[in-house]
């Protein structure tokens, strides 16, 4: 098996890092922001809002501690084996 020699082609290394060889690649300027323009509010048709109704919930009355005396000492049928 032949070895390959990577000395023959160098510009075949893919492998290069923009720290490590800042000079291939070019630099970046920082992205500018033009803070006095406000962007505009959104057309209204393009709005979407919603509202959905959540029912009150439905009054409970308390039950009385005779109340849960009186259900728990109901029997209930023996558990499915």
Same mark, same amino acid.
């Given at each position: 098996v032949p070895e390959s020699d990577f000395e023959k082609h160098p510009e075949d290394d893919d492998?290069?890092?923009?720290?490590?060889?800042?000079v291939d690649y070019p630099a970046t300027e920082p992205f500018e922001t033009d803070?006095?323009?406000?962007?505009?509010? &959104?057309? *209204? !048709?393009y709005r979407t809002t919603a509202?959905? &109704?959540? *029912? !009150?919930p439905v009054p409970m009355p308390a039950w009385t501690d005779s109340e849960v005396v009186r259900l728990l000492a109901i029997s209930s049928p023996p558990a499915s084996p």
């Open positions: 492998d290069e890092d923009p720290e490590e060889d800042p803070e006095s323009a406000a962007t505009p509010p &959104p057309h *209204p !048709a509202r959905i &109704p959540i *029912p !009150a």
